[in-house]
């Protein structure tokens, strides 16, 4: 873990600005010139309130959590920058399966696999099942 308070000043306004930038990608505010004023009108907050968080070096911890909370996102997202992996528990293991299993048994059903592009069709398939469970 990185001790935050034993970067430069500078860096440490950097990883602000980072989270700020990253708040206004969850609500959907473009992140160019100009996002913090929008992020302040967002959460009905003055824009001296965004520009403090930059010169106190800190994002309160209500206002990343009701970001997260508000936009679906990933607190350790707005904090890092890093999505945290999706959860593989036995329950999404086994819908994974079923749904595998069931993509298998079509394939075979309709010659899927025999065709020039069944393959191709049938691993986007197994992908698109993932993608959907997992997210």
Known sequence: ??????LPEEKQKELIKDIIKRMC????IDAQKGHQKRLAEYIEAGESTVKSWI???RVPYDAMLDC????NTSFDWLLTGVEP??????????KIKDE??????????F????QEDGPDMFATGVVNVVK???Y
């Open 68 to 71: 997260a909370g508000k936009s």
């Open 85 to 94: 992996a999706p959860s593989f528990t036995k329950e999404t293991q086994t």
């Open 100 to 109: 595998v299993t069931d993509l298998v048994v079509n394939a075979i059903r």
């Open 55 to 57: 010169f106190n070096k």
């Open 132 to 134: 959907e469970v997992l």
């Open 1 to 6: 873990m990185i001790d935050v308070r034993a």
């Open 111 to 114: 010659n899927l696999l025999d």
């Open 25 to 28: 990608i969850a609500y959907g």
